[in-house]
């Protein structure tokens, strides 16, 4: 299993009607990677990272309207309220942290859409809140009760910088310039089961060999039990192509391996479970074979758990290689739901490091039956 290790806690959680269960999860690492418990959450879902302010920002105590959102003290562990958008809907929304200035708008500005009502938000470092986009897909009248929503910013240059919103309910996925004029919206359909698509991982991705023909595209993976297509979209004009997953599951989170700063990285994973969600540090990538900087981490959701891969394009092979990096199961409490690449804390903050931690530098979700029944 090479040289898998396994981290288990055992946690006592609020489950319906105030009655108590006991839930656990189980951590399974590979390649030498340490799992941690990093912190205790109420209702953690989607984040990002704020490399200039060494915070994290959080959507949280999930299940609130309007969303709510939080940052996290990389240093202390503290978490404050940050802001709340004005949709009235509480669905998940996968959220981004920009990491240098865009347009009229600071880095440090959280643009996060509205989980329903077809606007992004642009939050900024110190948690106003304003309106960067309207119009866009809000998937009502969908076939699907979701409505998660994603925005992603183009940090490459392949679309001009722009972003990125996809709606889970309507199947779409739209650009959106600097402006926040809608340039195109694409409408997804998977030919594996003959239906609206259900967008929700998102990355836009440049030029690198190890990226493979997900190069100079946006990458778009479902939210879907029953199907492993993604969809790789010409950012020009929104035409695509579907592919199969390069992990043998339907990808819930994309990131890339590197520092901003040149810290040591480790990989912080959410797991969403009500009052008792967590947040998983994964550290000392020093032995995952082949790994290189900017190459893909993916993570898959499953159905009380979820895995992560190192995922790279091998040109010898004409194929994609997936490792196998940390698996989490548990009796159907738990939920990865998102995952991201920030510094392992310096050790004279109030963090304390385990001995031997390493850490090459560089470098989601529950599904409730709304979700399941979306879903099949």
Known sequence: ??????????????????ILSHAQVTVTTYHGVVATEWLTTNGTMKMDYDWVRDRFVVQHEYGAAPPKYATIDLATKN???????????????LLTVMPQNWNNYAQGTTFVSSAGSGNIFAIDPNGNVSTFATGLPNGTGAP????????????????NNDLFYANESSGQVSR?????????TTTLTDPGFQQLALPEAMIVLGVNPRWGPFQRSVIV???SGVSWNIFRIDPATGNYTVMTSPIPDAPESFRVF??????????YVSLYNGANSKIIQLTNFTNIPNLQPNDLFIAGEDYGGGTIWHVYWDSAANSFQAQLIAQF???QAYFLEDMVFAPVPEPGSLLSLAAGLGG?????????????????
């Open 144 to 159: 699907t009760p979701t409505r998660y929503t994603t925005v992603r910013w183009d940090e490459y240059g392949v679309a």
């Open 1 to 18: 299993m090479h040289n898998a290790q396994r981290l288990l806690w055992t946690l006592v959680g609020a489950a319906g009607l105030g």
């Open 79 to 93: 978490l404050t309220h940050f802001a709340q958008t004005t949709s009235g809907m509480y669905h998940e929304t």
């Open 258 to 267: 590197h520092s901003r700063t040149g810290a040591p990285l480790a990989l």
């Open 360 to 376: 090459v530098g560089l470098l989601k979700r529950r599904r409730r039956a709304e979700r399941t029944s979306a879903a099949k």
């Open 329 to 331: 199961t548990s009796n």
């Open 221 to 223: 993976g479902q939210n």
């Open 176 to 184: 959106v310039d600097s402006n926040g004029n809608i340039v195109w």
